[in-house]
């Protein structure tokens, strides 16, 4: 449990600095102290072993100290924003208590407690609660409630109990190689459930986690020298952000692991990486429902990534026969851990919840035992007059000949029925012939016929950093009628 390991650390090493949080640092004593006075504060407010809460707090310290007082009670705690208004009302509706700050809305709760500077003062001025009679645990205990958005951007959610949620957190420690000199930068809102297990391994491996206020990727940038920070969680379009956003004479850091997840990195974004930025760069292949499956630190571009101890992964066809090791199919697992089902949606269980296995809706080849190569999503396979294709695929080629910020492509019925490719571009740097000409160059060897090119504002991404399809087409869909076809 994460609150054991903030006190062991407190003991062996008092002044050892566990956050800093806004250029405030929290040394490991301080934290273990204030977690047991909010563990006492929140006992008060009656919600049952096994109960859910959502909070809303912006202020990080606060929110943590939350959700560590009721993993130490066994009742489930959920995050949430406070820019996401009326989007966090289903999660708020299905749990016991909302807590937040008075400037974050509480939507459609059954029981709120609003998060004052009063009640705060109240609460840091109580006893710290006595360890001598520890608290009952299982690893049944509910620790978290998810919702995982998927590319579709539908939310799901789940919970996860504490033993998948300790092995999430052991797994970072060793993806990472974190340690007590470990520095994690805080890219995310733990809303994102892969940033809040990375930053609770950091703690519970001795390190320290770093909060900077991060408008733009300068920032992110500026806190990396700044902070001497070793380790990063980005996605791949974060990654490229911050090597944009490198200044001229920056000066590579002398140990840094770049870990990401939600999509592949292509070959030329590990290689810029690598030699500008990174000593490590990981790539991490997983779900929320079912925990780390497999990850690739190689700098070669073949994909091929191995599939972690204790996890079972199998190829099958339509009819769920697996297929020999090197035919594509679609990819399903078994996790020692992994959820059952989600708490919301039965229909979603039922789709991808089968005989134990979790099917995460991934097309996938296994090249020889625990080697595994994701494609990409089975439900996005993009088919033009017979040639299929990952939309991945396309996007990793264009942004690779193309000088843009961000891309994502999709495929739309034109008047005669016939699928199109229509490709999404942010951040053009570059005049409307030349971006044509890259764009042309970069899909001619994958035969897609025309295409058409939409310019965004940015293109539309969930909070892992993932593309969100859906969106992505009716947001093209409405900048087409004035552009003609290439």
Not at 411 to 417: K, M
Request: glycine share 8%.
């Amino acid at each position: 449990m994460t609150p054991d390991y903030i006190e062991f650390h407190g003991i062996e090493r008092p002044d050892a600095v566990a956050l800093v949080d806004r250029g405030r640092a929290i040394t490991f004593a301080a934290f273990s102290r204030d977690v047991r006075k909010l563990t006492r504060a929140v006992r008060g407010l009656a919600v049952p072993r096994g109960g859910a809460v959502a909070v809303g707090c912006d202020d990080l310290y606060t929110h943590w100290l939350l959700l560590l007082a009721f993993e130490r009670l066994g009742v489930a705690a959920a995050t949430f924003n406070s820019s996401e208004g009326e989007a966090a009302a289903p999660l708020q509706a299905g749990v016991d208590l909302v807590l937040s700050e008075p400037n974050v809305p509480a939507v459609g709760a059954r029981r709120h407690h609003a998060v004052t500077k009063e009640w705060l003062a109240h609460a840091f001025a109580l006893d710290a609660e006595d360890e001598a009679h520890p608290l009952p645990r299982s690893p049944d205990d509910p620790v978290r409630i998810l919702r995982t958005f998927g590319t579709t951007g539908s939310r799901k959610q789940i919970a996860h109990p504490r033993s998948l949620h300790d092995a999430w957190i052991t797994r970072w420690i060793v993806l990472a190689g974190l340690t007590h000199r470990s520095r994690l930068l805080l890219t995310m809102t733990f809303t994102v459930n892969g940033m809040y297990a990375c930053a609770s391994a950091c703690l519970r491996a001795g390190g320290t986690v770093v909060s900077v206020d991060i408008r733009e990727s300068r920032d992110m940038v500026r806190a990396i020298s700044d902070h001497g920070i070793t380790a990063l969680v980005l996605a791949p379009i974060q990654i490229k952000h911050v090597l944009d956003a490198l200044p001229d004479g920056f000066v590579r850091p002398p140990s840094l692991t770049i870990c990401c997840f939600g999509a592949a990195v292509s070959e030329t974004l590990r290689g810029r990486a690598l030699a500008l930025l990174a000593t490590v760069v990981i790539d991490m292949y997983g779900s929320n429902e079912a925990g780390f499956i497999s990850s690739m630190r190689a700098s070669r571009d073949d994909g091929i990534s191995a599939v972690w101890p204790g996890v079972c992964v199998e190829i099958v066809d339509k009819q769920d026969a697996p297929v020999p090791f090197g035919d594509m199919g679609r990819i399903r697992v078994k996790t020692p851990d992994m959820v059952q089902g989600y708490l919301d949606d039965p229909a979603a269980t039922e789709r991808m919840f089968k005989d134990g296995w979790f099917y995460p809706g991934d097309l996938a080849i296994l090249h020889g035992p625990r080697r595994l190569q994701v494609i990409g999503r089975g439900d996005d396979l993009l088919n033009f007059g017979g040639y299929k294709f990952p939309p991945e695929i396309l996007e990793r080629a264009i942004l690779k000949n193309a000088p843009l910020g961000d891309v994502g492509v999709c495929s739309i019925r034109n008047a005669e029925g016939i699928e199109e490719l229509v490709v999404g571009i942010s951040e053009v740097r570059c005049d409307d012939r030349e971006l044509l000409e890259r764009l042309t160059t970069a899909l001619t060897p994958f035969r897609v016929g025309h295409f058409h090119a939409v310019k965004l504002v940015s293109i539309p991404r969930n909070a892992n950093g993932k593309l969100q399809r859906d969106l992505l087409k009716s947001t093209v869909a409405r900048g087409m009628p004035s552009r003609p076809k290439t």
